[in-house]
């Protein structure tokens, strides 16, 4: 089964970048027609979809958010990554990974989400 | 990319049914049958629940059931349990091949 872990710094200063990565244990990143998703969500707030990469390593990212956001995957460490270049105190969210099912665009399978906060 | 519009709360007593209801436009939720729901506790990850529209995954109770009218999606919970208490988030895929999720309803359990 499936299993997604996020991890990177949990502080991130203003107008830097924001890195994370997810590492996918269970099964290999490569395999299937699988998206993978980011997603994030303010503290008290909604779900925020924030782009995906398919394992074919093409992107689609929420317009809101594009000119800012890189997703890559590292098939050799079974991870993919997310950069948010230029951050704000807007992005300060807890940060979620997912996949999604081999005949939906459904959010299966969850991360169990990594907080980051933007602050000087 | 404006957000689904979900009602903000909804209540209902243990053993009722209620409805939470997601509205979009034609370029997401009409648009397609990929509507998916999904529960999360608090501090706890989400977990998909409804996906395209009334599929439920494997594990999930008969309870939940999802449907789809125009630009409206549908969420309805039957026999209302305590566990129910959650957010629950409908997303729908999108044009331009993106995915987009609503605000956000609280549920109740009274």
């Known amino acids: 089964q499936v299993q997604l872990q996020e991890s990177g710094p949990g502080l991130v200063k203003p107008s830097q970048t924001l890195s994370l990565t997810c590492t996918v244990s269970?099964?290999?990143?490569?395999?299937?027609?699988?998206?993978w998703s980011w997603i994030r969500q303010p503290a008290g707030k909604g779900l925020e979809w924030i782009g995906r990469?398919?394992?074919?390593?093409?992107?689609n990212y929420n317009p809101s958010l594009k000119s800012r956001v890189t997703i890559s995957l590292d098939t050799s460490k079974n991870q993919l990554s997310l950069k948010v270049n230029s951050v704000t105190a807007a992005d300060t969210a807890v940060y979620y990974c997912?996949?999604?099912?081999?005949?939906?665009?459904?959010?299966?399978?969850w991360g169990q989400g990594t907080m980051v906060t933007v602050s000087s | 990319q404006s957000a689904l519009t979900q009602s903000a709360s909804v209540s209902g007593s243990p053993g009722q049914s209620i409805t939470i209801s997601c509205t979009g436009t034609?370029?997401?939720?009409?648009?397609?049958?990929?509507v998916s729901w999904y529960q999360q506790h608090p501090g706890k990850a989400p977990k998909l629940m409804i996906y395209?529209?009334?599929k439920r995954p494997s594990g999930v109770s008969n309870r939940f059931s999802g449907s789809k009218s125009g630009n409206t999606a549908s969420l309805t919970i039957s026999g209302l349990q305590a566990d129910d208490e959650a957010d629950y988030y409908c997303?729908?895929?999108?044009?331009?091949?993106?995915?987009?999720f609503g605000g956000g309803t609280k549920l109740t359990v009274l």
């Open positions: 997912a996949r999604d099912r081999p005949d939906s665009p459904a959010f299966e399978v």
């Open positions: 269970g099964g290999s990143i490569s395999s299937g027609s699988h998206y």
């Open positions: 990469i398919f394992t074919s390593g093409s992107t």
């Open positions: 034609s370029s997401d939720v009409g648009g397609y049958n990929y």
């Open positions: 395209d529209v009334s």
């Open positions: 997303s729908s895929y999108a044009s331009s091949s993106t995915l987009v």
